[in-house]
């Protein structure tokens, strides 16, 4: 009976021990912009996806330190999701998990 208490709890760390990433689909994006308001929640970039617009606060990999305003629109393949995106105005939020030109 020891062995087959051993063995069930051998057979959970192996199921559940390790974990692997659920797959993250890159999906076909667009940078329009850099968001200029002047406002306490504002900033971050704009992005469109499909026909949605949605501000992003940062980008992954100091990816836009080198965005320059003669580069937009940029064409980019991103992973995101809003998983705990927090936000004080009516902008649809999103993070940006991970990125690269198209």
Same mark, same amino acid.
């Given at each position: 009976m020891k062995k087959l208490v051993v063995l069930f709890f051998c057979g959970l760390l192996a199921a559940f021990g390790c974990t692997k990433d659920s797959p993250q689909n890159e999906v076909d994006a667009e940078i329009t912009g850099f968001d200029? *308001?002047?406002?306490a929640c504002c900033g971050g970039w704009w992005i469109r996806v499909g026909n949605d617009t949605a *501000? +992003? +606060?940062?980008l992954p990999d100091n990816f836009g330190d080198n965005i320059d305003a003669a580069d937009l629109p940029m064409a980019v393949k991103i992973v995101?999701?809003?998983?705990?995106v927090i936000t004080c105005t009516t902008d649809k939020m999103i993070n940006v998990r @991970?990125? *690269? @030109?198209r």
């Amino acid at each position: 009976m020891k062995k087959l208490v051993v063995l069930f709890f051998c057979g959970l760390l192996a199921a559940f021990g390790c974990t692997k990433d659920s797959p993250q689909n890159e999906v076909d994006a667009e940078i329009t912009g850099f968001d200029m *308001r002047l406002c306490a929640c504002c900033g971050g970039w704009w992005i469109r996806v499909g026909n949605d617009t949605a *501000r +992003a +606060a940062t980008l992954p990999d100091n990816f836009g330190d080198n965005i320059d305003a003669a580069d937009l629109p940029m064409a980019v393949k991103i992973v995101y999701d809003t998983n705990g995106v927090i936000t004080c105005t009516t902008d649809k939020m999103i993070n940006v998990r @991970k990125i *690269r @030109k198209r």
